[in-house]
C-alpha cells in the first residue's frame, strides 16, 4: 500500500531564513510525485512533478528535489507571501493522487 | 477560464438529508475525481472516473456514490448524511486517461456541515 509521510507537520520561519520540507514515500512503481500549495479556504495548487530520483525543479523560491525514497522541498530566503500549507502526492499503478497530510509553513516578517 | 467549478461552496444538512455536489471542468480533462479533506487526515479519494461512462471506488466510498454525467461533469451523492460526512469536498480532473500520469487540477472546494 502506498504512503506518503510529510514532515514537520508544522514550520515557522522568519523571512529569509532558508529551510526545508520532507517527504518520504513507499510505493510500487512510482509514476510521479507531486507538489502543491493550499491556502485557506482554496484548493490545493500544482507547484511542481518528479519522476525519477536525482531529478530536481525550481519556481521563484522553491526548489524540489527527489531520491528514491524522500522529496525535498527548498524553500529560500521565505517571504511571509510564501504562508501556507505544502502537499505531497505520489502517483503508482493506480489512477489517483495519494496525498500526505501537509506542513503548515509559517512565515513571518 | 473557469477550470474546475464546484458547486455549491457550502452546504448545511441534517442527518439522514440527501444532496448532491456538482462538479464541471471546461479543460477536456479526461479522469475526475472527488476527494475529502479532514483535519489531520489529508486527502482521502472518494471516487474516480478514470474516463467518461466510467467510475470506480476510491478509499472512502461508503455512504457516497457518483455519477459521471458527461465529459465535463462528475457529481457527488450523499444519499444519507451521516454526522462523520461532515468534510470540505474537492473535484479535481486531470487530462490523461486510465494510467496515465500528470498533475491534478483542483476547484475550490464544497464545505459541508452535516448536524
Known amino acids: 500500500e502506498d504512503q506518503v509521510t510529510q514532515s514537520p507537520e508544522a514550520l515557522r520561519l522568519q523571512e529569509g531564513e532558508s529551510s526545508s520540507l520532507n517527504c518520504s514515500y513507499t510505493?510500487?512503481?512510482?509514476?510521479?510525485l507531486f507538489w502543491y500549495r493550499q491556502d485557506p479556504g482554496k484548493g490545493p495548487e500544482f507547484l511542481f512533478t518528479l519522476y525519477s530520483a536525482g531529478e530536481e525543479k525550481e519556481k521563484e523560491r522553491l526548489k524540489a528535489t527527489l531520491t528514491k525514497k524522500e522529496s525535498f522541498l527548498h524553500i529560500t530566503a521565505p517571504k511571509p507571501e510564501d504562508s501556507a500549507t505544502y502537499l505531497c502526492?505520489?502517483?503508482?499503478?493506480?489512477?489517483?493522487?495519494?496525498f500526505g497530510k501537509g506542513t503548515s509553513l509559517l512565515v513571518t516578517p | 477560464n473557469a477550470g474546475v467549478t464546484q458547486t455549491p461552496k457550502f452546504q448545511v444538512l441534517k442527518t439522514g438529508q440527501s444532496m448532491t455536489l456538482q462538479c464541471a471542468q471546461d479543460m477536456n480533462h479526461n479522469s475526475m475525481y472527488w476527494y475529502r479533506q479532514d483535519p489531520g487526515m489529508g486527502l482521502r479519494l472518494i471516487y474516480y472516473s478514470a474516463s467518461e461512462g466510467t467510475t470506480d471506488k476510491g478509499e472512502v466510498p461508503n455512504g457516497y456514490n457518483v455519477s459521471r454525467l458527461n465529459k465535463r461533469e462528475f457529481s457527488l451523492r450523499l444519499e444519507s448524511a451521516a454526522p462523520s460526512q461532515t468534510s470540505v469536498y474537492f473535484c479535481?480532473?486531470?487530462?490523461?486517461?486510465?494510467?496515465?500520469?500528470?498533475?491534478?487540477?483542483f476547484g475550490e472546494g464544497s464545505r459541508l456541515t452535516v448536524l
Open positions: 510505493v510500487s512503481g512510482l509514476r510521479g
Open positions: 502526492a505520489v502517483q503508482s499503478a493506480r489512477y489517483a493522487l495519494n
Open positions: 479535481a480532473s486531470r487530462l490523461g486517461l486510465a494510467g496515465a500520469t500528470g498533475e491534478l487540477f
